[in-house]
């Protein structure tokens, strides 16, 4: 499903993150989760977060890394008796400077990330897209003619919803998510 928030591609990362831990009831509390964005088509980042400070190796080829980081914030608790939470982030940005490379952090002995090659790049679940040469690179998703009419229509709504408020908005929002699909 398209990001409705701010839609710039229609399948390419649509599912943007990847789990560090296995299904059991409870590893969510001490596994981490890497969220991968992508800021004007052409600035990269994976966020890790986590409950618990993690331990990370970064593997980077072909890449100007802008921001790396490490961080951690305390959040309220929800009831008086509860304790402050802690959330955990590593955070890395870059911009792609070669045409063959990637970027994977390895945290709790599980890795992750983006690679690219011969003009097309991958995202988390695989998922393909065109690599264009520039200074920097550019993604750009191949679509159909019939997707990129539907990712044209999907942006206009998203313009119009974010000049809107109450019950339109709401509309709009579900007029995207159900044309996404």
């Given amino acids: 499903m398209v990001n409705i928030i701010k839609p710039e591609y229609l399948r390419w990362n649509s599912n943007?993150?990847?789990e560090h831990f296995d299904i059991?009831?409870?590893s969510w509390e001490s596994g981490a989760e890497t969220?991968?964005?992508?800021f004007n088509k052409e600035v990269f980042c994976l966020c890790t977060y986590s409950l618990l400070k993690k331990e990370y190796v970064l593997e980077a080829e072909g890449v100007n890394i802008i921001n790396q980081e490490q961080k951690s914030t305390e959040y309220p608790p929800f009831e008086d008796d509860d304790p402050i939470r802690e959330q955990h982030e590593?955070?890395?940005e870059w911009t792609i400077t070669d045409p063959k490379g990637h970027v994977f952090i390895t945290v709790d002995d599980k890795r992750v990330g983006i690679e690219w090659a011969d003009g097309r790049i991958k995202d988390l679940q695989g998922n393909e897209a065109r690599l264009i040469p520039s200074e920097p690179y550019r993604v750009e998703e191949t679509l159909t003619s019939d997707e990129h009419d539907t990712l044209?229509?999907?942006?206009r709504l998203a313009r119009l919803r974010d000049m809107s408020t109450?019950?339109?908005?709401q509309s709009l929002n579900r007029r995207?998510?159900?044309i996404s699909r």
């Fill in 16 to 18: 943007n993150s990847k």
């Fill in 24 to 26: 059991d009831p409870t």
């Fill in 35 to 38: 969220f991968f964005q992508v």
């Fill in 90 to 92: 590593i955070e890395i």
């Fill in 152 to 155: 044209i229509e999907i942006k």
């Fill in 166 to 169: 109450g019950e339109l908005r």
């Fill in 176 to 178: 995207m998510t159900s």
